[in-house]
């Protein structure tokens, strides 16, 4: 491959990405950019080549940190700088890698060093080096959390802490970020969305002739790196060039009165959380104005800021897609625009009250974004879907006599031999989902870091001190002094100083908890039909689904109805698209549990070959029947050993109701060697009012037995006198 970068102004189409990535130029405080697309998009050539277009930076000579030599840090560990001398040289784009380590990320000290010696021994990381600069985050959604949360304080604050065992280092860390991730991969808390300044939803364009230029110019790049890019060359010159004058405007520009009160009116329509956002806005409008050569801001950068910093942050649920109401947006725009005039008596109930809420919302006003080339094209694909998702929701709600009549003929007794109604039933929608119980792995892991089961990680706490497995890790003080005291004497120590060898040191082991791959396993068979108790199960599942999103899960789903099952969800870390699966699933035919439970084993045999520090734990949602072919019912209890003899941690959803039922559901859970769990005690506010009545209970048979005993002892004395 060419180290020649593929020129920025060569990319095709992308004008919100464009544009996001030259307001971050132009003003790093905007606070990065998060670019959501599928794969295939041209997210990371477009952020590549956007560091050729950087100014070049001064630096102090021999300085690891890049110091400024106008403004040297006066907390770099190189320094201090007097008088430096420097130099120029291009911003560097620094590149994480998905499976960084936190040292990696801030730096290491030489712990050995630090003790023997008495000196910091410090070498500096990826934000040391990205100072000044461009860090890219490829795949963002996939990093861990912790990490995450490091890069973005680091972003946030401009300066990088390394803390460990009384040894302090810090040094400044300023960069533009941008990360890009694909949404089918899994997404980002929303506390972690809210970190990014502006987020730009990309996706391929449609355009037969516009694919085909792609196409084109790719090829052309490939065959002659180095013509192709001379061809851009002064293309490129020039916006490097309007990079740098809207930089030295920034200063200058105005942000008026008007524009902060549309700011601040349109973040409280939108009832987003904190006011990051309101921050984030005016920086970014600021930086629109610079970027058209103005100096005051106007109402178009207002609006054109609203749909790069806001949908990401309106998500209330990890299932909510980000979005933007265009129609609100311009509404809120035009009513504290009008503020601005005298008219103090406007108030109330007057024409300005609700003259123009409804048709100005269409945009008579068209193209407030003909400063730029990004006439909003990219925002409008997310709005539709999210403003017509309750509408629809609404309209598959089940009718209220039609759902009673299904209930009860959910709670006649059948026969388990009698075979379930052969008809399909359309998809139903799911309840809204609830808080569940916490189903954990038994015993302690090794998988990546999550919420769920109890493992040995990189974070949490202390447990016990070891010798180091490799390089050393999370020095263990205590344990290492313990290890070298016994040897001083032997070792001719003569000073205050430990004499400390290699074989001395102790790292610690921490404790706390990982990420677990949650399978569901879904009867979608004719006895799980009733329109009312598919709604109920749905929404347990969804409930459960959300669960494993908190938790940063991997999710799986097997389905099985009528003769087989199928994987309809391989494991994925996006919720998002079991939610979408889940709410389209028909039901009805026979009830193949065995073949169900076979492909749940077969698709979990698989994953441990992928990850196998990666713990499964099984979630069963049936009622526990099994029609499905010859001698269904002892297939299915031989398809259950097979995960009890594996000791696979698993739950069984019961969805039996009705007055009369079997316990089939139960059995099953016995055969797993798991947990069955109605659909009744899956709410986690079920589970604190059940331990709060036995707390009752048994605080009120303890002064039962108290009163009991009291009056037994006052009777022996009464007698013994």
């Keep these: 491959m060419s180290d020649v970068r593929y020129p920025f102004t060569a990319v095709v189409g992308m004008a919100d990405l464009r544009l996001g990535l030259l307001l971050n130029a132009v003003s790093p405080a905007v606070g990065g950019v998060l670019v959501r697309g599928e794969k295939g998009t041209a997210k990371s050539t477009m952020v590549r080549a956007l560091a050729g277009l950087l100014p070049d930076i001064a630096a102090v000579d021999g300085c690891r940190f890049a110091c400024d030599p106008a403004a040297p840090d006066p907390q770099c560990p190189d320094g201090p700088h007097d008088a430096p001398a420097g130099h120029e040289r291009p911003s560097q784009l620094v590149e994480l890698p998905v499976g960084v380590a936190e040292d990696r990320i801030v730096g290491s000290l030489d712990l050995e060093r630090a003790l023997a010696e008495g000196v910091k021994a410090y070498e500096p990381g990826l934000l040391a080096k990205a100072h000044r600069g461009v860090l890219y985050i490829d795949e963002v959604n996939l990093l861990q959390d912790h990490v995450v949360d490091l890069l973005l304080d680091a ?7 390394v803390e460990r065992e009384g040894v302090s280092v810090r040094h400044a860390a300023r960069f533009l970020l941008v990360g890009t991730m694909n949404p089918e991969e899994g997404e980002l808390r929303p506390q972690l969305l809210d970190r990014f300044g502006l987020t730009v939803e990309i996706a391929a364009t449609r355009d037969p002739a516009e694919r085909a230029e792609v196409v084109r110019r790719r090829l052309a790049y490939d065959a002659d790196p180095a013509s192709f890019t001379a061809r851009f060359a002064r293309d490129e010159r020039a916006l490097a060039e309007r990079i740098t004058a809207a930089r030295e405007l920034l200063p200058a520009v105005e942000l008026t009165e008007v524009a902060l009160r549309q700011i601040t009116a349109v ?64 509404r809120t725009l035009e009513e504290h625009a009008r503020q601005d005039d005298p008219e103090p008596e406007g108030d109330g109930p007057g024409p300005d009250g609700d003259g123009d809420g409804g048709p100005d ?38 009718d209220a006599g039609e759902a009673t009549d299904a209930g009860e003929a959910a709670r006649q007794p059948v026969p388990a031999q009698h075979p379930a109604p052969a008809k399909e039933s359309a998809p139903v929608a799911a309840a809204d989902p609830y808080r569940t119980r916490l189903f954990t792995v038994r015993g302690t892991g090794h998988g990546a870091q999550g919420r769920r089961s109890p493992a040995e990680t990189t974070g949490g706490h202390t447990i016990r001190a070891r010798r180091p497995q490799g390089a050393l890790g999370r020095l263990h003080l205590t344990a290492t002094l313990q290890a070298a005291a016994p040897h001083q004497a032997a070792r001719g120590r003569s000073g205050r100083a430990l004499v400390l060898h290699k074989d001395d040191f102790r790292e610690q082991v921490r404790q706390g908890r990982e990420s677990n791959l949650v399978l569901f396993v879904v009867d979608a068979s004719g006895s799980m039909a009733a329109r009312q108790r598919m709604t109920a199960v749905k929404g347990a599942v969804l409930s459960l689904l959300m669960d494993a999103y908190q938790r940063r899960d991997k999710i799986g789903m097997v389905t099985f109805r009528g003769a087989g099952a199928e994987l309809a969800l391989p494991p994925t870390s996006s919720v998002e698209v079991g939610a979408a699966r889940l709410e389209s699933l028909p039901t009805g035919g026979r009830t193949p549990l065995a073949e169900g439970l076979l492909r749940a084993h077969e698709v979990l045999r698989v994953e441990r070959l992928r990850d196998p520090n990666r713990r499964p734990l099984l979630v069963v949602v049936t009622d526990g029947r099994a029609t499905g072919g010859r001698d269904a019912l002892a297939r299915s209890r031989r398809a259950a050993a097979l995960f009890a003899a594996q000791g696979t941690a698993s739950v069984v959803l019961d969805c039996e109701s009705g007055p009369v039922r079997l316990g089939l559901a139960r059995t099953l859970a016995g055969l797993l060697g798991g947990t069955a769990v109605s659909l009744d005690e899956l709410r986690a506010e079920g589970v604190a009012s059940l331990v709060r009545e036995s707390r009752s209970e048994s605080h009120s048979a303890s002064r039962s037995a108290n009163r009991s005993a009291t009056r037994a002892t006052t009777t022996s004395t009464r007698k013994a006198a």
């Excluded at 972003?155 to 802490?161: E, K, L, Q, T, V």
């Excluded at 987003?272 to 100096?295: E, H, N």
């Design 155 to 161: 972003a946030a604050m401009g300066r990088s802490y």
């Design 361 to 398: 919302g269409d945009g008579p006003d068209g193209g407030p974004d003909g400063g730029g080339p990004d006439g909003g094209g990219a925002p409008e694909p997310s709005d539709g879907p999210h403003a017509e998702a309750a509408p629809e929701a609404a309209s598959e709600a089940p």
């Design 267 to 330: 973040c409280a329509a939108f009832e987003v959380d904190g006011l990051r956002a309101d921050i984030v806005m005016a920086r970014t409008a600021v930086a629109l104005a610079a970027w058209d050569g103005r100096a005051e801001v106007r109402e178009e950068d207002v609006r054109k800021a609203a749909q790069l910093a806001l949908p990401h942050r309106r998500r209330r649920n990890p299932f909510d897609a980000p979005g933007l109401d265009e129609e609100q947006l311009d």
